[in-house]
Structures are given as structure tokens and as C-alpha cells.
């Protein structure tokens, strides 16, 4: 049973540019979140999407924004890329079933540097 | 507002002595609470979470937490400690399935 899947793993910018991440998620998970961790602090929410609409952001700029497909699938964009931008971005994905919640899976991340 | 308060960024402890890594939470609402794993490189594994069963939580390698509510607390502890459990660790709270409020983090360091 596949997990989270995030590509690509490694990605290096120039400010200014823009790039796009992407996000499988785990087989029976139809809702995906974006999370932003800052070398040395915990993640931070970005936004979180379902039946391919933003549901709810955090304290992000509009740069950042995001697309789910029908398959549950989401990509995350960053436009205009700022040297703070530079974090490993974290996709989850979660579902309701007959148990109720089933909390997020987390992939490994996709590290981005900014330069 | 929730929040969410780790005590500790670094902890070491010595091969076979007792975990003990906190975490104190801020909610108006009862919260779901988690402890994740992360190791270098690497995304975040879930070790437990709580959602307002057993207080005793009880999780994967050995780990557990106990909610307190008196306390607003939810520490994570492991009896013997590992080499393997060298790593950084994260608790989380939510009140919904919307997002997670992350602590700081804490390095947990297994000294030989």
C-alpha cells in the first residue's frame, strides 16, 4: 500500500522564479495538506484541499497556492520566490472512514533552496 | 488560539534511561493530539495520537503519552532509550481535521 508520495525530492530556485510541487496521496485518502517547515522550527500549515477546492489556509501569501485533481492528486505553487521560501514542504493526506478520522499521513518531503 | 509548547529543544539521555519529552498544549476545545518522529532528511512518522479515548496512549518502538487535562499536557516517554530513537520529535494538536498546530520540535540525542 503506497504512502504519501511528493516530488520531486530536491529542488533548487532562483529568486524570483516560480515552482510547482506535487503530491500523490495514500491510496483511500481523498484530502491533501500542505505544510511548510523552516530549518529548525516545526511545520507550518499552508492550506489544505477537498473534492478539488481550498478549504482552509493559513498565514501564507497568495503566492502559494495550490490545485487538487480529481484523482485526490495536488500540486502546490510558489510564485515570485523569495529567499525565505526556502523550506522542505510536506504533503499529508487524510480521509474519514468507518472509524472516523484517519489523521495525516506525511510524505518525506520536498527540500527547496531558494538562491 | 491554539498552540502548542514544547519544552526543550535538545534532551539527551543516556542508552536505557527513561524519554521524557513534553508538551503543553493551549485549546479552548478538547484537542486531538499527536507526537510525530522525524528523522534526517525525512518526513514526519506518526509515533501516537490521542483523540479523547484511553488517556494512556500507547504507540509505536515502544513509546507512550498520557493526556492530562488538568495539565493541558500530553508527554511522550519511553522507558529504555535506543540509539535508534535518536531523533527530532514534534507534537501536534487539532481541534478539527483542518490543520495541525506543530511545537518547536525537540532533538532527542542517545549518548553510548
Known amino acids: 500500500d503506497a504512502g504519501v508520495t511528493q516530488s520531486p525530492t530536491h529542488l533548487i530556485k532562483t529568486r524570483g522564479q516560480q515552482v510547482t510541487l506535487r503530491c500523490s496521496p495514500k491510496s483511500g485518502h481523498d484530502t491533501v495538506s500542505w505544510y511548510q517547515q523552516a530549518l529548525g522550527q516545526g511545520p507550518q500549515f499552508i492550506f489544505q484541499?477537498?473534492?478539488?477546492?481550498?478549504?482552509q489556509r493559513g498565514n501564507f501569501p497568495d503566492r502559494f497556492s495550490g490545485h487538487q485533481f480529481p484523482n485526490y492528486s495536488s500540486e502546490l505553487n510558489v510564485n515570485a520566490l523569495l529567499l525565505g521560501d526556502s523550506a522542505l514542504y510536506l504533503c499529508?493526506?487524510?480521509?474519514?472512514?468507518?472509524?472516523?478520522?484517519?489523521?495525516?499521513?506525511f510524505g518525506s518531503g520536498t527540500r527547496l533552496t531558494v538562491v | 488560539a491554539q498552540s502548542v509548547t514544547q519544552l526543550g529543544s535538545h534532551v539527551s539521555v543516556s542508552e536505557g534511561a527513561l524519554v521524557l519529552l513534553r508538551c503543553n498544549y493551549s485549546?479552548?476545545?478538547?484537542?486531538?493530539l499527536f507526537w510525530y518522529v522525524q528523522y534526517p532528511n525525512q518526513g514526519l512518522q506518526l509515533l501516537l495520537k490521542y483523540t479523547s479515548a484511553a488517556t494512556l496512549v500507547k504507540g509505536i518502538n515502544g513509546f507512550e503519552a498520557e493526556f492530562k487535562k488538568s495539565e493541558t499536557s500530553f508527554h511522550l516517554t519511553k522507558p529504555s532509550a535506543h540509539m535508534s530513537d535518536a531523533a527530532e520529535y514534534f507534537c501536534?494538536?487539532?481541534?478539527?481535521?483542518?490543520?495541525?498546530?506543530f511545537g518547536t520540535g525537540t532533538r532527542l540525542k542517545v549518548l553510548a
Open positions: 501536534a494538536a487539532t481541534s478539527g481535521t483542518y490543520k495541525y498546530i
Open positions: 499529508a493526506s487524510s480521509s474519514w472512514d468507518r472509524e472516523g478520522w484517519s489523521g495525516y499521513t
Open positions: 484541499y477537498y473534492e478539488e477546492e481550498e478549504r
Open positions: 485549546s479552548s476545545v478538547p484537542p486531538y
